[in-house]
Nanobody
Framework: QVQLVESGGGLVQPGGSLRLACSAS????????MYWYRQAPGKERELVAA????????NYAEYMKGRFTISRDNGKNTLYLQMNSLKPEDTAVYYC?????????WGQGTQVTVSS
């Protein structure tokens, strides 16, 4: 059974940091490109960052660059998103996704709220 379980969300003040984690099971984690998406209230889900199976290549939404860092530990089947200098507009539910040709799995999401 495929499972993706996000954790690490919460309430943080503007300028603060959070580290999200996505624990994967039920599939060959290292064979999948992994993604972080987010969805703010009333908005469409948007891509935050992606990382290839071996972790060699990463890609970020333009407005995330320099603040967020995606990484993975294939030995622990875990994906991470380090988020620094958080802004109120980063408030959203953050989802991880595993993808390869013909397959796509989503986690249930973790809420991140940036507010003073």
């Amino acid at each position: 059974q495929v499972q993706l379980v996000e954790s690490g969300g919460g309430l943080v003040q503007p300028g603060g940091s959070l580290r999200l984690a996505c624990s994967a099971s039920g599939f060959t984690f290292s064979s999948y490109t992994m993604y972080w998406y987010r969805q703010a209230p009333g908005k469409e889900r948007e891509l935050v960052a992606a990382i290839t199976g071996a972790g060699v290549r990463t890609n970020y939404a333009e407005y995330m660059k320099g603040r967020f860092t995606i990484s993975r530990d294939n030995g622990k089947n875990t994906l991470y998103l380090q988020m620094n200098s958080l802004k109120p507009e980063d408030t959203a539910v953050y989802y991880c996704k595993a993808g390869r040709v013909g397959f796509e799995y989503w986690g249930q999401g973790t809420q991140v709220t940036v507010s003073s």
